[in-house]
């Protein structure tokens, strides 16, 4: 066996790229992040409002499905949690979805399938609906 693969494959949690910077534009709507791979994601408030992974949202199942949300939703608070994941509050007052770096770069439109996503991750594969 391979041991260099091994451990790279047994390593918890997974390797996953990580932010270097993190702008909010309330203006705009828009939520950017500049991870440390070069990639620039630009999160439109309300589609990270559709793709809320609490269980509130999203049931305790497998899948994760999004929810249109209204074009001029805000955010009102964001925070770090931890070194993992950023909260987020909505000018609509939910509040309990935990956005890790994994799900963010998942969403983000220059992750495959490129654009906006509007559909659900099952299995951690994206179905366009």
């Known amino acids: ?18 932010p ?5 534009s309330r203006r705009k709507g828009l939520l950017t992040i500049e991870w440390e791979d070069g ?4 999160l439109p408030l309300a589609y990270l409002r559709g793709w809320c992974p609490c269980a509130a ?12 949300a209204p074009a001029d ?14 909260h987020l ?6 509040d309990s979805g935990i956005y890790t770096w994994g799900w963010l770069r998942r969403i983000a439109p220059d992750s495959p ?6 559909g659900r991750f099952e299995g951690g594969r994206f179905e366009p609906l």
């Open 1 to 18: 066996m391979n041991t260099a693969k091994f451990r790279a494959e047994s390593t918890y949690p997974p390797v996953v790229v990580q």
């Open 20 to 24: 270097v910077d993190i702008a909010l």
């Open 39 to 42: 990639m620039v994601s630009e």
């Open 57 to 68: 949202c999203q049931g305790h199942g497998t899948v994760v499905q999004f929810h249109p």
């Open 73 to 86: 939703i805000g955010l009102e608070l964001m925070a770090e949690a931890g070194s993992y994941a950023l």
């Open 89 to 94: 509050r909505f000018t609509d007052g939910h």
């Open 113 to 118: 399938p490129a654009g906006l996503k509007s």
